[in-house]
């Protein structure tokens, strides 16, 4: 045997190990565990905006912005704390101090604009796609739908490696999607149902994978 035969056979074997210590990619068969990020009770967070109703008394109402302080101001009270306290919670603070002023008032709070957490529930997608895009959750939304809305795949794509990235108990996990098989052979194995702060990231085509 020659010596470039050996160089060729040690360069050969080399791309092996290297091929086969990458193995180790999530697989795209597998199914992502649905996160429970929905199931949490919302909270009110600064940027909200909140409308405070206090019934028969509609001068005590307020629509108003939680500060960066986390604060609102509200008539009789001043200065309340809103940040991080459930619609309810604060509605019953809000009654409780106003009981000083009014006969047995009843209040309700709703947050008619939750800006705190539009960045939160949102779908990312970077990579090899032709607009990487970060789009506001909607219920039902899948894989395909979000690539289609970046505009597909570029040529450079090694779409059959693509991996949805999901925050499971404050871990982000991998999972393969095989994209090719969804856009090219109608393949929705891999096509699943998205969450919020999902992020799907599609890799560029590497020679030393045969990837042209």
Not at 34 to 40: G, H
Not at 194 to 207: C, E, M, T
Request: aromatic content about 6%; some cysteine; hydrophobic content about 40%.
């Amino acid at each position: 045997m020659t010596i470039t035969t050996l160089m060729r056979a040690g360069l050969i074997a080399v791309l092996g190990l290297f091929i086969a210590a990458c193995s180790g990619l999530p697989s795209s068969a597998e199914m992502p565990p649905a996160s429970e990020l929905e199931a949490e009770p919302y909270e009110i967070g600064v940027g909200d905006t909140v409308s405070v109703h206090v019934w028969r008394n509609p001068e005590l109402g307020q629509s108003i912005v939680v500060r960066p302080d986390g604060f609102i101001s509200l008539p009789l009270m001043g200065d309340v704390k809103a940040e991080g306290k459930k619609p309810e919670d604060l509605a019953s603070e809000i009654s409780n101090t106003l009981g000083e002023y009014i006969r047995t008032p009843e209040v309700t709070v709703m947050v008619t604009n939750p800006l705190s957490k539009e960045f939160r529930n949102r779908i990312r997608i970077t990579g090899q796609v032709a607009s990487p895009q970060s789009v506001a959750f909607q219920p039902g939304m899948t894989v395909l739908d979000v690539v289609l809305m970046a505009g597909g795949v570029t040529d450079f794509a090694a779409d059959s490696r693509a991996i949805l990235h999901r925050e499971i108990n404050g871990e982000y996990q991998s999972f393969g999607l095989d994209l090719e098989a969804i856009l090219t052979d109608g393949d929705m194995r891999t096509n699943h149902s998205l969450q919020p702060g999902d992020v799907i990231s599609v890799p560029r085509k590497q020679l030393f994978r045969g990837e042209l």
